[in-house]
């Protein structure tokens, strides 16, 4: 999804360009599959790895994205269930736990809030409210970091993600992307 950097204050422009620049630059290291079927599972690793390396400046952040990602195993389309987002989210709690200063633990705040939001989200679709409202407390106490950050791109990602209180971000207002493919918000 294209980034206008044009459209946001000095200050935020100036953090929009540095992570576009942090993306365009990554050379993902995974190696392509021959099988057809696995461009989908490719593109989802490799976007992920990226969001990852465009939210640190830290040298050694491509490869301990590929090694996130690698042990992660994102679902490529999470169908609108609980289980990837929790899984999700579930990993980068346990990561951030582990790396606590870590290249990502500024950017995993607002992961883990915006996975436990789309997975509270989706235990409401699917009928099991207690789980919702577990997973929506959870939420609930990650955005305060993220909202806190020091990097203002994070703090402002986390600000519209408490102001639209939604997993996916409405067709009509994306602009920030820091997340998930199409189908799963642009956080």
């Known amino acids: 999804m294209p980034i206008d950097p044009a459209l946001y204050s000095a200050d935020l422009r100036a953090e929009v360009q540095q992570y576009l620049r942090r993306a365009s630059a990554y050379q993902p290291k995974r190696a392509v599959p021959s099988a057809r079927d696995m461009g989908m599972v490719y593109a989802a690793q490799v976007g992920y790895e990226t969001r990852l390396v465009a939210n640190s400046n830290d040298?050694?952040?491509?490869?301990?994205?590929?090694?996130?990602?690698?042990?992660?195993?994102?679902?490529?389309?999470?169908?609108?269930?609980?289980?990837?987002?929790?899984?999700?989210?579930?990993?980068?709690?346990?990561?951030?736990?582990?790396?606590?200063?870590?290249?990502?633990?500024?950017?995993?705040?607002?992961?883990?809030?915006?996975?436990?939001?789309?997975?509270?989200?989706?235990?409401d679709y699917e009928g099991k409210l207690d789980d919702a409202q577990r997973s929506r407390h959870l939420y609930e106490q990650r955005l305060p970091v993220a909202r806190q950050s020091r990097v203002l791109l994070i703090r402002t990602a986390a600000e519209q993600l408490a102001v639209r209180g939604r997993c996916a971000i409405p067709r009509s207002n994306r602009r920030i992307f820091i997340g998930r493919p199409r189908s799963h918000g642009h956080l």
Do not use: K, M
């Open 59 to 123: 040298p050694s952040a491509p490869a301990l994205a590929q090694s996130y990602v690698t042990r992660l195993r994102p679902c490529y389309e999470w169908e609108g269930f609980h289980d990837c987002p929790e899984r999700e989210a579930r990993f980068a709690d346990e990561y951030q736990a582990d790396n606590p200063n870590g290249p990502f633990s500024i950017y995993l705040s607002l992961l883990t809030a915006h996975r436990w939001l789309c997975a509270a989200e989706a235990y």
